[in-house]
């Protein structure tokens, strides 16, 4: 088995996801920056160019960081992070989504009409990046207002993929840069309690 990986934010998410499993797999790192996502050999690998990837010991192979997340969570059920029984699975794959689907996609587009490295992907619209700013913001409050009944996590009690997804949320802050807002006090101490996750806190550090 090996799992292409590179420093940026849909990895982390794989990364973030088997470190707190304790599952070590064998890596190779992609250079992002230098094109190791458009040659014609990774191109065979993911025909969208993207990571990470797994390839698993018999030549399968899978993409989308959810998709491996779930194959790890069959193999290594503990601890559960993607939700044990009907009710918590379902609402840990509620909130990954809208995770995923409104503050991770606001974000990851404001870098993808901002970051020069995109330019030959996206057709790139400062206007777009600016508007998707403001949606993320608004979403950040509407967070905050969700996150003040008290929960530790973002779908309750327990660290989840949720929390992973919003880790590359903060991950791509980072990149921007972009600060949460401290006035959003549910959100900067649910941020607080995720930064200092050791496998958070030790890929931030390396891929600064
Ligand atoms: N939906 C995919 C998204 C993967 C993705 O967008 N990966 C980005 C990095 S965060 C990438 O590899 N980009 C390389 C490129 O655009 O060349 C997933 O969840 O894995």
Redesign the pocket.
């Known amino acids: 088995m090996k799992l292409y990986d ?1 420093m ?4 982390l ?1 794989v990364h973030v996801f088997l470190s707190e499993k304790g599952i070590q797999v064998p890596r190779q790192q992609v250079d ?1 920056l230098k ?1 190791g ?2 040659t014609p050999a990774f191109l065979a690998l993911n025909s ?5 990837v797994l390839e698993l010991d018999d030549g399968k192979i899978l ?4 998709a ?1 997340c779930r194959y790890f969570e069959a193999l290594h059920p503990a601890p559960r992070l993607l939700g044990e029984g009907a009710y918590e699975q379902a609402r840990v794959e509620m909130w990954n989504r809208r995770m ?1 689907l409104y503050l991770f996609d606001a974000i ?1 587009a404001v870098a993808q009409h901002s970051f020069d ?2 330019a030959d ?1 996206v057709e790139q619209s400062p206007d777009y990046a600016a508007a998707q700013m403001r949606r993320f913001d608004k979403l950040l409050a509407w967070l905050d207002r969700e996150l003040s009944d008290g929960r530790p996590f973002i779908a309750g009690e327990r660290f989840t993929i949720a929390d992973i997804t919003g880790m ?1 949320v903060l991950m791509v802050c980072d990149l921007l840069p972009k600060r949460l807002p401290s006035s959003l006090s549910h959100v900067k101490r649910w941020e607080d309690s995720v930064r200092i996750r050791p496998a958070f806190a030790e890929r931030v550090r390396s891929a600064a």
């Not at 969208?48 to 990470?52: A, K, N, Q, S, T």
């Not at 993409?63 to 959810?66: G, I, K, L, Q």
Request: charge should be neutral.
């Open positions: 590179a940026t934010p849909n990895s998410r992002v094109g996502t458009r969208l160019g993207e990571l990470p993409t989308e960081s959810v491996i995923e990851g490295f995109f992907k590359a």
